[in-house]
């Protein structure tokens, strides 16, 4: 089955500072891949996704960029606010299975 | 669409006793899952049914869970006989698959699981 490698955290950065949280995945075939985050106190909601090699999935001012070569999908943003404060989670998709998450990564920022 | 819909937000009960949760997935999904979130183990899918029909529940974590989708519109997971240790958040979520791509999964709000 898929699996995903990310840093749990948690990740604790300033306000405007640049973020960057790893992902690499494991997987058969050409998965989709995705980006989710959770707010304190909710569900998991998509952030971006991606869908073949190359493609650039971006939201929010988040950025990841599906890497088929290194396996990887990393989440950037450039200057992050107080209120990105969340876990976000990595997942590769493939049709006709179920998302698998892992820890996540706990973002912290301050003031 | 009101999203997916989960009932109890929130539900504590005693050891031994059996709780239900109950899942309303967006109307026209096609696939639900049932996840559980702990710290220690993060967001483990339990169960995984495609058009009403248990596709995956290889994660359910032993025989005191049980998971039904009578219908296209809901869904519940049972545990009988609750447990201190199935104390969690438990997450329903619901998309559209096709037999070439998965559509993103929608989130419920969660049940938070106390068990004493």
């Known amino acids: 089955g898929n699996s995903v490698t990310q840093m749990e955290g948690p990740v604790t950065l300033s306000e405007e500072a640049f973020l960057t949280i790893n992902c690499t995945y494991t997987?058969?075939?050409?998965?989709?891949l995705f980006w989710y985050v959770q707010y304190p106190g909710e569900g998991l909601q998509l952030l971006l996704k991606?869908?073949?090699?190359?493609d650039k999935g971006s939201n929010k001012g988040f950025e990841a960029t599906y890497r088929k070569e290194t396996t990887s999908f990393h989440l950037e943003k450039g200057s992050v606010q107080v209120s990105d404060s969340a876990v976000y989670f990595c997942?590769?998709?493939?049709?006709?299975?179920?998302?698998?998450f892992g820890k996540g990564t706990s973002l912290l920022v301050t003031p | 669409d009101a999203g997916v819909i989960q009932s109890p937000r929130h539900e504590v009960t005693e050891m031994g006793q059996e709780v239900t949760l109950r899942c309303k997935p967006i109307?026209?999904?096609?696939?639900l899952f049932w996840y559980r979130q702990t710290m220690m183990r993060g967001l483990e899918l339990l169960i995984y049914?495609?058009?009403?029909?248990?596709?995956?529940d290889s994660g359910m974590p032993e025989d005191r869970f049980s998971a039904k989708m009578p219908n296209a519109s809901f869904s519940t997971l049972k545990i009988q006989p609750s447990e201190p240790r199935d104390s969690a958040v438990y997450f329903c979520?619901?998309?559209f698959g096709t037999g070439q791509r998965n559509t993103e999964a929608f989130f419920g709000q969660g049940t938070r699981l106390t068990v004493v």
């Open positions: 979520a619901s998309s």
């Open positions: 997987a058969t075939g050409y998965p989709s």
């Open positions: 991606a869908t073949k090699a190359d």
């Open positions: 997942a590769p998709a493939n049709s006709g299975y179920a998302l698998n």
């Open positions: 109307s026209g999904h096609n696939s």
């Open positions: 049914f495609n058009n009403n029909v248990p596709i995956d």
